[in-house]
């Protein structure tokens, strides 16, 4: 069952990275998906993989804030 979240997180990450020029929403969304994958990588055993997910979580969430204060679309 692992396995399944690890999948759906990961793809769900790198479909919302895809995404991320068409709004500052879906760099939200990359971030939530960077926190999923964290998850998995600490849930799996892989820290080394949780933790490097885990500050592409915190550089995607950076991203988003300044996105909502320039309150405009990234282009």
Do not use: H, K, Q
Request: overall charge positive; glycine content about 16%.
């Amino acid at each position: 069952m692992i396995t399944v979240y690890g999948v759906t997180a990961l793809t769900f990450m790198m479909a919302m990275y895809a995404l991320e020029r068409r709004g500052n929403g879906y760099v939200g969304a990359f971030a939530v998906g960077c926190a999923l994958s964290s998850g998995y990588g600490f849930a799996s055993g892989a820290w080394p993989f949780g933790v490097v997910e885990g500050i592409w979580t915190f550089v995607a969430l950076l991203r988003f804030v300044a996105g909502r204060s320039r309150g405009s679309r990234s282009s």
